[in-house]
T-cell receptor, first 117, second 109 residues
Framework: ETGVTQTPRHLVMGMTNKKSLKCEQHLGHNAMYWYKQSAKKPLELMFV???????ENNSVPSRFSPECPNSSHLFLHLHTLQPEDSALYLC????????????????FGPGTRLTVL | GQNIDQPTEMTATEGAIVQINCTYQ??????LFWYQQHAGEAPTFLSYNVLDGLEEKGRFSSFLSRSKGYSYLLLKELQMKDSASYLCAVTDSNYQLIWGAGTKLIIKP
């Protein structure tokens, strides 16, 4: 247990469905992240929220829509996805990267394994 | 562009020593992380280096040379449970993590 939970752990959806991924952190961190992990590829940073404001959006298609209602919760809303979006979606949290700490380790949730049919 | 290189897969024997290398080219440098990820699980933090030299933590050690853009993770007295992927990541000038694709380590009895 790393203090970061994600639901659901597995999700199968059709291309016309709408679904949401949920992440919750219990570590008192003020930055949260969404990553996409595909086989044999580096982790792809999708979105970063710091102090509940989006600070990073790495050219992610609009069919992915993040939401951060407070510093403990992060959502990823999905609609009209494509089969190539099938991957493991990881949520992580940390103290704000530029907070002046020596280092800002990211703590990861277990991920949601998404399959788009 | 920014780039992290590490071997795709390595195989080692239980009880032996293995070194996993990582080279990087990034815009700025604010530290290098190593994470361990077992299949189907979340990555977990192993080590952090920001100054040149060797950091030892039990059976695991991590080395950094900033001038060479190079790091390695050294695993001693390998155990079967060390079979996992090992991810190298560098914090750039914007304090964002740039990730390598990971090295899958297979431990054989």
């Amino acid at each position: 247990e790393t203090g970061v939970t994600q639901t659901p752990r597995h999700l199968v959806m059709g291309m016309t469905n709408k679904k949401s991924l949920k992440c919750e952190q219990h570590l008192g961190h003020n930055a949260m992240y969404w990553y996409k992990q595909s086989a044999k590829k580096p982790l792809e940073l999708m979105f970063v929220y710091s102090l509940e404001e989006r600070v990073e959006n790495n050219s992610v298609p609009s069919r992915f829509s993040p939401e951060c209602p407070n510093s403990s919760h992060l959502f990823l809303h999905l609609h009209t996805l494509q089969p190539e979006d099938s991957a493991l979606y990881l949520c992580a949290s940390s103290q704000d990267p530029a907070s002046g700490r020596v280092y800002n380790e990211q703590f990861f949730g277990p991920g949601t394994r998404l399959t788009v049919l | 562009g920014q780039n992290i290189d590490q071997p795709t897969e390595m195989t080692a024997t239980e009880g032996a020593i293995v070194q996993i290398n990582c080279t990087y080219q990034t815009s700025g440098f604010n530290g290098l992380f190593w994470y361990q990820q077992h299949a189907g699980e979340a990555p977990t933090f192993l080590s952090y280096n920001v100054l040149d030299g060797l950091e030892e933590k039990g059976r695991f050690s991590s080395f950094l040379s900033r001038s060479k853009g190079y790091s390695y993770l050294l695993l001693k007295e390998l155990q079967m449970k060390d079979s996992a992927s090992y991810l190298c990541a560098v914090t750039d000038s914007n304090y964002q993590l740039i990730w390598g694709a990971g090295t899958k380590l297979i431990i054989k009895p």
